[in-house]
């Protein structure tokens, strides 16, 4: 998983004996490492586990994308897959001027519409044999299709999840458990993640638990996490940024429709309607209107066709009311500093938003901005007032040097609002206050590092404090306890060390105000991060989310270890590579219990660590129930150290019937 699917809170670790093979053995699990290397413009997230962390940057760059921030921290919550992304903003000198063209200049800009990703529906609601809940059960084919991206030359090929891009949407209530089943009909191998689920470590995506061409896997998501957006995309190792520019990429919306969150605030609803995804990515095309393709690059692949849903520079048609975006940036190697901008009478003015929610979900309050920093892997979601804007266009703009991207003639435009000028009732609001943000408990008052991590090129290499995600015997770079908090530092070692907050750019209010998985590193930048191992346990990814610097081994894994004397048993497991009918297999993996209780093993671990006794021993024991073949463990077993870097075929995935 990337960092932030390993560290988050809530994150499963590992005990490794053997490289990968026995950790894979859970039925239809994926295990997942993504590659992290150090980028010009890298991300670093945390998304599996169910990791708090609090973050401190240090840098003259404003490129450094800390999640919430307490005072001078800013902190955030690693759900399940710690996956920490680590966006380095660019070794060097950020780009001046603006580029010529790469790709054949784009003439139709804003004459085409927003395509909306449809709605992903099961393929069937199974009865979990153990809790009596709804599983609901879906089919996926990853498979090649065609786009016209220019209308004057030829198709380009693309590879998505049902032959679309971006996928589709799924929309999953709070606390109803999903089983993906993902049929690999493309050209290379593949691995999902599903970035900002505190997903168990097999079914997280770990880079070398692949599918190959002709096969399939299911991956299990528990959903019991806050409202939030997240996205899947493809992580296979080697081959990440390549097959995510190709179009391996959706959005995945956890909905919570109790009193606590979401509904009763009021927001503007409707997906598709009032409620709309927007995904950005950058891409550059060859003359014939093919791809250009991101497999031999190196360092990063910013692109000059910016994109939205996959359409480049296209217009929505909106009503004068207030609506819901939810951003992502889905681009291998871009950022963006997006503002809306009005133009009215030969004077433009910036329209002002509220940025509600982050990577994990809802802030403590609306944060009222003219302009929002998104990097790599990074969500936010805003609202926006379109009500004194009737009859008008708005444009949603990108400034120029971001960071270390380059500038091209229409990388700072990005799509266009048409307001009709009906009157509309919006019976929709942006209340003053939305939730009470869990935010993590303070290590200690006096902030002292655990662990420093540093990303660097060196002799052309992408590394984490000198190791390569190749080096299989040493890239388990830390091995936190199970319910502990730690602190890491990250440091990108391109440039001098400067405090944030007096540098470029300090943390801004909707980092401070809500719960991140990604994190923005500039040049000579250092962020500190305070994050809680739990509930799982397992080994999980951590790297760059600037995608080519992953792809080149700028990733390491960490391992939450298994306490020994909590006395739960946790080396047990089933060999899925049996085939088996669809309900029979889902109620399988079901009756392994991946998700059970996973407030009171929180509970618990709490407990544990506070007094330490056998009394909390017993406790979690009973809660737990004891483990016993057929019966699902927390803790599955693979290898910390070994001297096989070779991948290989995942024992979770099944070939495909003929």
């Not at 996959?310 to 004068?320: A, G, I, K, S």
């Not at 020994?564 to 048993?569: F, I, K, R, S």
């Not at 991946?594 to 093993?601: A, F, I, N, R, S």
Request: proline letters at 7%.
């Amino acid at each position: 998983m990337d960092w932030m699917s390993s560290m988050s809170s809530g994150s499963p670790v590992i005990k490794m004996d053997s490289p990968r093979g026995d950790l894979s053995k859970m039925p239809g699990y994926m295990y997942k490492e993504s590659n992290d290397k150090l980028c010009p413009l890298s991300t670093f997230s945390f998304a599996e586990t169910k990791t708090l962390a609090r973050i401190t940057l240090v840098s003259p760059w404003f490129s450094h994308f800390l999640g919430l921030s307490r005072i001078k921290m800013a902190s955030f919550i690693l759900s399940q897959t710690l996956l920490l992304l680590l966006v380095l903003s660019a070794v060097g000198s950020v780009s001046a001027g603006v580029d010529k063209w790469l790709s054949p200049p784009y003439k139709w800009t804003y004459q085409f519409p927003l395509p909306i990703p449809p709605v992903k529906a099961p393929s069937k609601t199974i009865v979990n044999p153990v809790t009596g809940k709804n599983i609901l059960y879906y089919e996926v084919e990853i498979k090649e299709f065609k786009s016209q991206v220019y209308p004057d030359r030829g198709p380009a090929t693309l590879w998505g999840y049902d032959g679309i891009s971006p996928g589709p949407t799924f929309i999953v209530e709070k606390g109803t458990e999903t089983v993906v089943r993902f049929i690999n009909n493309a050209r290379l191998a593949n691995s999902v993640h599903l970035h900002g689920s505190f997903s168990l470590a097999p079914f997280d995506g770990w880079a070398e638990d692949i599918t190959p061409p002709g096969w399939y896997k299911d991956y299990y998501y528990p959903n019991s996490q806050s409202a939030r957006t997240l996205w899947y995309h493809d992580h296979a190792i080697d081959h990440t940024a390549e097959k995510a520019y190709y179009g391996q990429a959706g959005a995945y919306i956890l909905h919570d429709p109790s009193s606590e969150e979401e509904d009763p605030l009021n927001l503007p609803r409707g997906y598709g309607i009032y409620d709309i995804p927007l995904i950005l990515s950058a891409k550059q095309y060859a003359p014939d209107g093919s791809l250009f393709s991101p497999a031999a690059e190196t360092t990063s692949l910013y692109g000059d066709v910016i994109h939205v849903n996959d359409q480049p520079w296209p217009f929505l048609q909106v009503e004068p009311r207030k609506y819901r975006f939810r951003f992502l940036d889905a681009s291998i190697s871009r950022s963006f500093l997006l503002y809306f901008e009005r133009t009215s009478d030969a004077t433009t003015k910036l329209v002002p938003f509220d940025v509600m929610a982050s990577d994990a979900g809802l802030l403590a309050a609306p944060q009222r901005v003219n302009e929002l920093y998104m990097s790599m892997a990074e969500r936010y979601e805003v609202v926006v007032d379109f009500g004194p804007y009737r009859g008008e266009n708005i444009t949603l703009r990108n400034a120029r040097e971001v960071g270390a991207d380059r500038d091209h003639p229409d990388t700072d435009k990005v799509m266009k609002f048409v307001v009709s000028g009906d009157q509309v009732h919006d019976p929709s609001n942006v209340p003053s206050t939305l939730r009470r943000v869990p935010f993590p408990k303070p290590k200690s008052q006096v902030v002292v590092v655990d662990q420093h991590f540093k990303f660097e090129r060196s002799n052309g290499e992408w590394k984490i404090n000198g190791v390569s995600f190749a080096d299989v015997a040493n890239r388990v770079l830390a091995r936190p306890k199970r319910g502990t908090v730690e602190v890491w530092e990250l440091e990108d070692s391109s440039g001098g060390v400067k405090k944030r907050v007096n540098g470029k750019r300090s943390v801004l209010p909707y980092e401070a105000q809500g719960l991140k998985d990604v994190v923005w590193l500039g040049p000579g930048e250092t962020v500190t991060v305070e994050a809680y191992y739990a509930p799982w346990d397992g080994v999980y990814m951590f790297h760059c989310h600037n995608l080519i610097h992953e792809d080149h081994e700028m990733m390491a894994a960490f391992n939450v270890s298994v306490l020994q004397d909590w006395g739960y048993d946790e080396t047990h497991y089933i060999d899925p590579m049996e085939e088996r009918a669809v309900e029979a297999r889902v109620k399988e993996m079901a009756g392994y219990r991946p998700y059970d209780k996973v407030e009171e093993v929180e509970s618990v671990l709490e407990q544990y660590w506070e007094t330490k006794t056998k009394t909390v021993t017993t406790s979690f024991a009973t809660t737990m129930g004891p483990t016993s073949a057929g019966v699902f463990t927390t803790s599955f077993k693979t290898s910390t150290t070994s001297s096989s870097s070779f991948t290989r075929t995942s024992s979770t995935s099944t070939k495909k019937k003929d």
